[in-house]
Nanobody, 120 residues
Framework: QVQLVESGGGLVQYGGSLRLSCAASGFSIILYTMSWYRQAPGKERELVALVGPNDSITHYADLMAGRFAISRDNAKNTVYLQMNDLKPDDTAVYYC?????????????WGQGTQVTVSS
């Protein structure tokens, strides 16, 4: 059974840090592009960061560049998101995503999300 399980969310003060984890099971993340998205109340889900297979590329949304860092440990089948200098606007549910396309077949998995709340 394919699963992505996020953890590490919680309540943190303005300027604080959190490290999110996304543990995959039922498949190997090695050849997948792994991403973090977030969705704040009343807003659309947005990309936070992604890392390509074998750390080939990383990309960050402009608002997170320099504050957030995505990394992957293929041996542990886990992806991380280190979040520093957190602001109230970072409050959202953070979701892990695994994506891969082989010719015409797409694989697209989502976790259940973890809540991050930043107090001012």
């Amino acid at each position: 059974q394919v699963q992505l399980v996020e953890s590490g969310g919680g309540l943190v003060q303005y300027g604080g840090s959190l490290r999110l984890s996304c543990a995959a099971s039922g498949f190997s993340i090695i050849l997948y592009t792994m991403s973090w998205y977030r969705q704040a109340p009343g807003k659309e889900r947005e990309l936070v960061a992604l890392v390509g297979p074998n750390d080939s590329i990383t990309h960050y949304a402009d608002l997170m560049a320099g504050r957030f860092a995505i990394s992957r440990d293929n041996a542990k089948n886990t992806v991380y998101l280190q979040m520093n200098d957190l602001k109230p606007d970072d409050t959202a549910v953070y979701y892990c995503n695994a994506r891969r396309q082989i010719v015409a077949k797409k694989y697209d998995y989502w976790g259940q999300g973890t809540q991050v709340t930043v107090s001012s």
